[in-house]
């Protein structure tokens, strides 16, 4: 590509960037390399100025390496050691702008990022002073009371462990997605996900599907890979997981679920009618607990 090539090839990206049209006189020019490296200059500030969201985005997701990125970040005053905590915001309806100028006036902190991911998801990293503690948690709790009253809208937050250094940040956006699709399948019911809280889940994640078939097939048998069983509907479920939240303890149990003892004794026959598992025992049930995990990770699949 000769100079004159080289040039209007740099005056159309400026112009395709920014809408402005250089009006360069190429006979006149004494260095035209130079005017060259000046008006890429002036586009990748451009692109830097305007597309701040893009750089985190590519960045958190694996599309940019640490090195470019920090040449970046540099640039856009970004600290390297404070505390942050990255939430991954799962909505159940396109509420973008609503979400975005809620949650800049709940953080009026300028160094906390706002920003949309994919369909219904949104990245927020929130900066918080390092000498204050600060419980992850209750601030996700807050972030969704906030969404709930002001839009009543039913969100879903997932979330790592907080980042002391910017460059960790990444591993937990990975770790932040990981939770939100291991929530959505093992934790349905949980709004807040932590990803030192999914326990089993991270686990069942990562073993093959013929590996819990098999699991399934030596502790329930065939049957139970190809229909669905009343003892794993959602309401059965919902009593063997209180029950096990709450150490085995009948009355306890019975009480949280606003059922009565022999309704409880009931349900808990049932379970063990059908799959022979007393889960009244400490074994059977954790054997219970997995192969519900399982079936519902299989059908997911």
Request: charged share 30%.
């Given at each position: ?271 063990q009618n059908e799959t022979g598992l007393d889960i009244r025992r400490f074994e059977c049930a954790m054997t219970y607990r997995l192969c ?10």
């Open positions: 590509m000769n100079r004159t090539q080289t040039l209007k090839k740099a005056v159309e990206e400026f112009e395709k960037l920014t809408g402005l049209r250089l009006d360069v006189d190429q006979d006149s020019l004494t260095n035209p390399e130079e005017t060259v490296q000046r008006i890429r200059i002036l586009s990748k500030a451009y692109k830097e100025a305007n597309n701040r969201e893009d750089i985190l985005r590519q960045w958190l997701s694996g599309e940019m390496d640490d090195e470019e990125f920090f040449s970046y970040a540099d640039r856009m005053h970004i600290n390297d050691k404070e505390q942050r905590c990255l939430y991954l915001i799962s909505l159940k309806h396109d509420l973008y702008p609503e979400v975005i100028t809620l949650l800049k006036n709940l953080l009026p902190d300028s160094k906390s990022w706002i920003l949309p991911h994919r369909k219904n998801q949104l990245i927020l990293v929130c900066r918080f002073p390092s000498k204050k503690s600060v419980n992850i948690k209750e601030k996700a709790y807050e972030i969704l009371d906030t969404l709930n009253t002001e839009l009543m809208e039913q969100a879903v937050i997932a979330c790592d462990e907080m980042t002391e250094e910017l460059r960790q940040l990444p591993l937990s956006f990975r770790r932040a997605q990981l939770t939100l699709k291991v929530g959505s399948v093992f934790y349905p019911d949980r709004t807040i996900c932590l990803y030192t809280e999914m326990g089993l889940g991270n686990l069942l994640n990562d073993l093959s599907p013929e590996v819990c078939r098999e699991y399934i097939r030596t502790s329930l048998g065939e049957d139970y890979l190809t229909s669905d069983s009343l003892v794993f509907r959602s309401d059965i479920l919902q009593t063997a997981n209180c029950f096990l939240k709450n150490d085995l303890n009948i009355a306890e149990t019975a009480r949280q679920l606003h059922i009565h003892r022999n309704t409880l004794l009931y349900r808990l026959e049932q379970i519900a995990m399982i079936l519902l990770y299989l059908k997911s699949l």
